[in-house]
């Protein structure tokens, strides 16, 4: 082996790897609260890539008994434009598992008050192989940034 060789394998050494940080919602609209969650879920590792889950419109309604004033291609579009998001998907349809395993994140990083297809996750995901850290991530001035309080004062 040569120096150059030796060199290349002691910087490759020292590069962080990325890990993948997956968060999921409706982002019906992007406030400061959807931008502090996307900086905390970055902030969980050092060299983080930010993985946007889109709620489909149909599932919205299921969870939250209305529409999105947006739909989920305009949302996608919307989340895309965030300079902290590193890739948008959407979520299934029928089933929340298949897209998270073919993205296969490090971490879930989940909203305060996130509920839905949380209960049995981590079981879900380890039948399924996949070892995930699943973390709750803290509220950002909850009176004030949510989208229905915000629709409200308008």
Not at 71 to 93: A, F
């Amino acid at each position: 082996m040569n120096y150059l060789s030796i060199y290349l394998l002691y910087i490759m050494s020292k590069k962080t790897v990325e890990k993948k940080i997956m968060v999921f919602g409706t982002f019906d609209g992007l406030h400061l609260g959807h931008i502090n969650f996307f900086k905390q879920a970055k902030n969980l590792t050092k060299n983080s890539f930010l993985i946007v889950s889109i709620a489909r419109d149909k599932n919205v309604l299921r969870i939250k008994g209305k529409y999105p004033d947006k739909n989920e291609q305009d949302r996608i579009t919307l989340v895309k434009k965030c300079k902290l998001v590193d890739q948008v998907v959407l979520s299934g349809i029928k089933n929340h598992l298949p897209h998270i395993v073919k993205m296969c994140p490090d971490i879930i990083a989940l909203g305060y008050d996130q509920k839905a297809y949380v209960h049995n996750l981590k079981k879900d995901l380890k039948n399924k192989g996949i070892l995930i850290k699943i973390m709750r991530l803290r509220p950002f001035k909850r009176a004030v940034y949510k989208n229905h309080l915000l629709k409200k004062r308008r």
